[in-house]
């Protein structure tokens, strides 16, 4: 599998936008980023972001209660961190 820079750089920002519009979730969007940005199993992953495989796991599937630090540990290698962003209201 191999992206050209303008292909990654699209499929990143396409992941992070479904992101913020909330129809990825988290764990999902951590997911497609491992396998279709770097094709890494998830033990090379966890390796790159030095974190557990079963931290990644837990990230990939929503469970337990994750630090910052390993959530931005995982979105780091795409040029993303975790933020607070604004709520939209669609009745305002």
Do not use: W, Y
Request: hydrophobic content about 40%; proline content about 1%; glycine content about 8%.
């Amino acid at each position: 599998m191999s992206l050209t820079v303008i292909e990654r750089t699209a499929l990143i920002e396409s992941i992070q936008e479904a992101m913020a519009q909330g129809t990825l979730e988290m764990g999902d969007a951590v997911r497609r980023l491992r396998v279709e940005v770097t094709g890494l199993h998830q033990t090379q992953f966890a390796k790159m972001c030095k974190i557990s495989v079963r931290t990644l796991v837990h990230i990939e599937h929503g469970e337990g209660n994750q630090t910052l630090k390993s959530l931005n540990a995982v979105f780091r290698p795409f040029g993303m961190k975790i933020g607070v962003v604004r709520i939209r209201r669609d009745n305002i």
